[in-house]
Nanobody, 124 residues
C-alpha cells in the first residue's frame, strides 16, 4: 500500500522555523518526484517545492525561494522541507505528494499520491 505521512507542522512565531517531514512507504521513489504543496483557507492548493528523487533536482516557488529548503534522506525514504523566516502568509495545511518525473512540478493535477497534510500556523 502506497503511503505518504507528513509530520512536523505546528504553531510558530513569524521569523521562526519549522521542518516538515514526508515519509514514503509502499513503493520505491527512483522514478518519482516529491512535491510539497500548501492550501490556505479559501485559496487554491499551490506548489511550494519539489525534488526529483534520483537526481536531487530541486524546484521552488518564488514565494518561498531563499527561505525554504527541500532535501531527501534516501535511507529513510523521507523528504524534508526546512522552512525558515516564516511569514504570516505561510500559514496553511502542507501536503506532500508524489508524481512521475516530468511535467509541471507545481501543478497538483500531475501528482498520483498525497499525504493527509500537516497544519502550519504562523503568528505575529
Amino acid at each position: 500500500e502506497v503511503q505518504l505521512v507528513e509530520s512536523g507542522g505546528g504553531l510558530v512565531q513569524a521569523g521562526g522555523s519549522l521542518r516538515l517531514s514526508c515519509a514514503a512507504s509502499g513503493f520505491t521513489l527512483d522514478d518519482y518526484a516529491i512535491g510539497w504543496f500548501r492550501q490556505a483557507p479559501g485559496k487554491e492548493r499551490e506548489g511550494v517545492s519539489c525534488i526529483t528523487w534520483r537526481e536531487g533536482i530541486t524546484y521552488y516557488s518564488d514565494t518561498v525561494k531563499g527561505r525554504f529548503t527541500i532535501s531527501s534522506d534516501y535511507a529513510k525514504n523521507t523528504v524534508f522541507l526546512q522552512m525558515n523566516d516564516l511569514k504570516l502568509e505561510d500559514t496553511a495545511v502542507y501536503y506532500c505528494a508524489v508524481r512521475k518525473v516530468g511535467g509541471m512540478w507545481y501543478s497538483p493535477s500531475g501528482y498520483d499520491y498525497w499525504g493527509q497534510g500537516t497544519q502550519v500556523a504562523v503568528s505575529s
